[in-house]
């Protein structure tokens, strides 16, 4: 059944709190930002329990921010999400170079992702909504969609030798020491994280990305990214004992 059709069967339960039983978690997403619009404030409260965050993006956003020719924006927005992970104390970004906007889904990206799996060695992985659209009223993007279920398959195929036996040619070593997969942004949440501790940072980490801010909106950057920011954790807090509180859908695995 399509998913503009069905209600979430887990809609208005309780959210769960996330997993702390692991010491390594990898976040694998499209673009530049994607991870600072309502997942940081959780990267944030990892890293201060000491825990190892990593970062790998599909494409470097080259493609959006309309007034700047992707040679010149691909760059910016790089910087852009190395100060912006760094806000939230990630220090390891990299990224695929799939071409912003047209990420094709399929045995390529599984395949470099689950490289990416096997090279950082998480237990937790992060990743986007991969759902046709954003809580049933909002077309989501080609690429948020690939990334994501691509994601999801990679956890698995990172685990068995046989799927890309080139990888262990490579030197990089089946693992399937991935415990659970957590989908920021789904509209069928299970789990969630205390926003609170990480509120100010994951302010302070989506302000980074400031050019793109500039390109999409007239707002004030910091009142924009602090509204955003605010009202995306206050959405979940009554289904988390009134905190806000970053979401997330948890498969385990």
């Known amino acids: 059944m399509d998913d503009l059709a069905k209600e979430p069967e887990n809609a208005g339960r309780r959210l769960e709190p996330m997993p702390e039983d692991w010491t390594r978690a990898l976040a694998v997403v499209a673009h530049p930002d994607d991870l600072e619009y309502g997942c940081a ?67 390529g990206l599984r395949r470099d992702i689950a490289a990416a799996i096997r090279r950082h060695r998480p237990e ?62 789904s509209d069928r949440p299970s789990h969630a994280v205390d926003a609170a501790p990480g509120l ?13 801010i500039e390109g999409l909106t007239d707002q004030d950057p910091e009142e924009y990214a602090r509204a955003f920011v605010t009202s995306a954790a206050s959405a979940a807090a009554p289904r988390f004992d009134g905190r806000p509180a970053v979401a997330f859908e948890l498969f385990p695995r």
């Open 124 to 185: 937790l992985v992060i990743t986007l909504n991969f759902r046709d659209t954003w809580g049933g009223t909002v077309w989501n993007t080609p690429d948020h969609v690939a990334v994501g279920r691509a994601t999801l398959d990679a956890a698995g195929d990172a685990g068995n030798r046989w799927i890309f036996p080139e990888l262990t040619a490579q030197g990089l070593e089946p693992w399937d020491g991935v415990r659970w997969v957590a989908v920021a942004g």
């Open 41 to 107: 404030a959780a990267v944030a409260a990892w890293t201060d329990a000491g825990r190892e965050v990593a970062y790998v993006l599909a494409t470097r956003g080259e493609a959006g921010i309309d007034g700047i020719g992707p040679d010149q924006c691909g760059p910016l927005r790089e910087r852009e999400q190395r100060a912006s992970a760094a806000a939230v104390g990630v220090s390891t970004v990299d990224f695929l170079d799939h071409r912003d906007g047209v990420i094709e889904y399929g045995t």
């Open 200 to 212: 100010e940072r994951a302010v302070a980490s989506l302000l980074e990305h400031r050019a793109y």
